[in-house]
């Protein structure tokens, strides 16, 4: 069989477990702006101001373990702020709420925010430039925040996840997962950490041990499943590349969605974009 290339449409949603989804709801809509779309069950379901948008999915998982300051499979989501005015809105409801900030770097090219969720998943938020920044300063983010406007109160249809940050235990297999199973090219970034590039979505890997990197994520808080918009052609042409790998996969009876677990424990689930949505 030739090589296999998976053409990625880009990541439509992260899906976390969580404890407290009244918190957690608390902020991500109110202070960091994202759209609660609805709530179904345990199920909170976010998104920016586009209709069908679901950026974020929270299910509620009261007895899982939280494993507070130990290492996760997250290490942080990046996500994107397509203007100076949305980030000085987003700026200024983090100093209204005197949420803490993990760090707040700026240079010509880019600004930066990172921030902790209550149950300490990494957020980093950023406007700019994609590329390595040298000599990055400390970002004074109520200089930042005076240039708010209040017009962006909720993340606008442009904001997207570009990039999730993985920590794993099996380095070697994740890496080889990403290239050679679901095949998306894998390149080296900096200091052993590897990275792949498929559309719009970056993922970058660190190598770790301990705490939940080699736990089920049914039992534990943190990172759940990816979900990504694909092609029907690329749906039917990784079903027959699973086959011929005899890698365990689910795919549904209409032939439009399949889920697969990397070595890591995390579910990638891939949906037809023929597939209608919510």
């Excluded at 030739?2 to 109110?30: S, W």
């Excluded at 760090?103 to 600004?111: C, K, V």
């Excluded at 998306?184 to 792949?196: C, R, S």
Aim: aromatic content about 8%.
């Amino acid at each position: 069989m030739a090589e296999f290339a998976l053409a990625v449409a880009g990541l439509q949603t992260v899906a976390l477990r969580v404890k407290n989804r009244n918190l957690m709801i608390q902020f991500y809509r109110d202070i960091i702006g994202f759209s609660l779309k609805r709530e179904e069950n345990e199920l909170a379901i976010f998104g920016n101001t586009k209709a069908k948008s679901e950026l974020l999915w929270l299910e509620e998982s009261p007895y899982a373990d939280d494993h507070a300051g130990e290492i996760k499979k997250l290490q942080r989501l990046c996500l994107v702020i397509p203007s100076e005015m949305e980030m000085a809105d987003l700026a200024q409801r983090l100093l209204e709420a005197d949420y803490p900030i993990k760090d707040a770097l700026i240079d010509e090219e880019a600004t930066g925010i990172l921030v902790e969720d209550p149950e300490g998943n990494a957020l980093e938020i950023y406007f700019g430039s994609k590329k390595v920044h040298q000599n990055p300063t400390s970002l004074q983010l109520d200089a930042l925040a005076r240039k708010a406007t209040g017009e962006f109160p909720q993340l606008s249809d442009s904001v997207y996840f570009d990039k999730i940050h993985l920590n794993t235990s099996r380095l070697k297999e994740q890496q080889d997962f990403l290239e050679n199973v679901i095949g998306l090219k894998v390149q080296d970034e900096t200091n052993g950490i590897l990275a792949l590039n498929g559309g719009s979505f970056h993922v970058g890997l660190s190598a770790g041990k301990g705490g939940t990197l080699d736990l089920s994520t049914d039992g534990v808080l943190g990172l759940d499943f990816l979900q990504f918009r694909v092609s029907q052609s690329d749906i039917t042409a990784l079903a027959a590349h699973l086959e011929f790998l005899q890698v365990e996969f689910f795919i549904d009876q209409k032939r439009q969605i399949i889920t697969i677990y990397d070595p890591t424990g995390i579910e990638w689930w891939f949906i037809s974009e023929d597939k209608k949505r919510h």
